[in-house]
C-alpha cells in the first residue's frame, strides 16, 4: 500500500506516518512546516519528504500519482490565529483542501481521509451528534466545515471515497507546546515542568472530551483499510472518548499552582461526543485514558 500524509511532520501527521510506516506502507508526506506552535517538525526518513504547501497544485499534483490512500491533516489547526488571520485559514483549509480533492481525484486515489474538528458543533446540546446541525463560531470552524462539503461534494458528484473525521481535542506525544494557543494538555505540562503556574482560561469550567493521538491514528488507519459499503462515505464520523473533562480537572491532574486569565471569544463551553457511528461502522474504540496519560508524564 502506498500512502500520502498532508501535514504529515505535525503532531497528528507524524504519529500517522509513523504508524503507517511501522504496518508496512509507502508513505509520501507533504507539509511545509507553516504551524507557529510546535518547537520541532517530525520527518520521518523512511518517508519521502516534501516541503510544499497543499494549495501548490503545481508541485503537489504529481505525488498523488500510484498512491492508494490519502489522509488529509494539513491545516491552520488552532482557533484564535485563525480569527486574528481569517483570510489564511480560509484559504489553507477551504482552498487547501479542495486542491487536495482534486489532485486526488486525477490521480484515482481509492479514500480521501480528512481531518476536521468537533468545533463544527459550536453550541449545540451535548453529547454531539452528527446528524446536528452546524453551528461554527469562528473561521476556524467555518473553513474546516467548508472542507467537509468539498469531500462530501467529491464524493457525490465524482465518486471520489471520502472520509470526513471530527476530532475532539486531540492531545498526547509531541502534541505543540508553544505559545498561549498550544493545545491545554501541552500548555499545562509544559508549565508544570518550568515550575509555573497554570493558566486556566475563564473561569475553567469549560469542559472538553481529549482523544490520545494514537486513538486519532487507530481510527484513521481503521477506516482506510475497511471494506465500507458505499452508502457510508461522504459522511461525517466524531472521534471522542464520549468522556469530557473540566479544564480545572485537567489542572488538577497536573497541578495546584494555578492562575485564571481572560477567556476568549469564538469558542464554545462543552464538547462531548457520541461515537457511536464510528464504533458502528468502523469498530473502533478509543484505548487511552487521559489521567492515566498524564499520570505517565510527570
Known amino acids: 500500500m502506498k500512502s500520502l500524509v498532508t501535514g504529515g511532520a505535525g503532531f497528528i501527521g507524524s504519529n500517522l506516518v509513523d504508524k503507517l510506516i511501522d504496518i508496512g506502507h509507502e508513505v509520501i508526506v507533504i507539509d511545509n512546516e507553516f504551524s507557529e506552535a510546535h518547537d520541532q517538525f517530525y520527518w520521518n526518513d523512511k518517508a519521502q519528504n516534501y516541503k510544499y504547501d497543499i494549495r501548490d497544485y503545481k508541485n503537489t499534483r504529481p505525488l498523488y ?33 479542495a486542491t487536495v480533492l482534486q489532485c486526488s481525484r486525477e490521480s484515482n486515489i481509492k479514500k480521501v481521509l480528512y481531518s476536521s474538528t468537533s468545533s463544527a458543533y459550536g453550541m449545540n446540546s451535548f ?22 462539503k ?5 464524493n457525490d458528484l465524482y465518486g471520489l471515497k471520502t472520509i470526513i473525521f471530527r476530532y475532539f481535542n486531540v492531545y498526547g506525544e509531541r502534541q505543540p507546546l508553544r505559545g498561549q494557543y498550544a493545545p ?17 482560561v475563564g473561569d475553567g469550567e469549560q469542559r472538553r472530551d481529549f ?13 482506510a483499510i475497511s471494506n465500507t459499503e458505499d452508502q457510508h462515505y461522504g459522511q461525517v464520523y466524531n472521534v471522542g472518548t464520549g468522556k469530557n473533562y473540566s479544564i480545572n480537572e485537567v489542572a488538577a491532574f497536573i497541578s495546584d499552582n494555578v492562575k485564571n486569565i481572560s477567556p476568549r471569544i ?3 463551553r462543552i464538547t462531548l461526543a457520541d461515537n457511536s457511528k464510528i464504533k458502528k461502522v468502523f469498530g473502533w474504540e478509543p484505548k487511552v485514558n487521559l489521567k492515566d496519560w498524564i499520570d505517565g508524564q510527570k
Open 127 to 148: 453529547p454531539n451528534v452528527e446528524t446536528q446541525p452546524d453551528d461554527c463560531l469562528n473561521p476556524y470552524s467555518v473553513s474546516k466545515v467548508n472542507g467537509e
Open 150 to 154: 468539498l469531500c462530501k461534494m467529491y
Open 65 to 97: 500519482d500510484g498512491v492508494d490512500y490519502v489522509f488529509h491533516l494539513a491545516a491552520e489547526a488552532r482557533i484564535q490565529p485563525a480569527i486574528l488571520n481569517p483570510i489564511e485559514a480560509v484559504s489553507i483549509n477551504s482552498v487547501g483542501t
Open 266 to 268: 469564538g469558542e464554545t
Open 184 to 200: 491545554v494538555v501541552g500548555i499545562f505540562l509544559r508549565q508544570m515542568k518550568n515550575y509555573e503556574a497554570l493558566t486556566i
Open 211 to 223: 482523544t490520545h493521538v494514537s486513538d486519532i491514528v487507530n481510527a484513521n488507519i481503521m477506516a
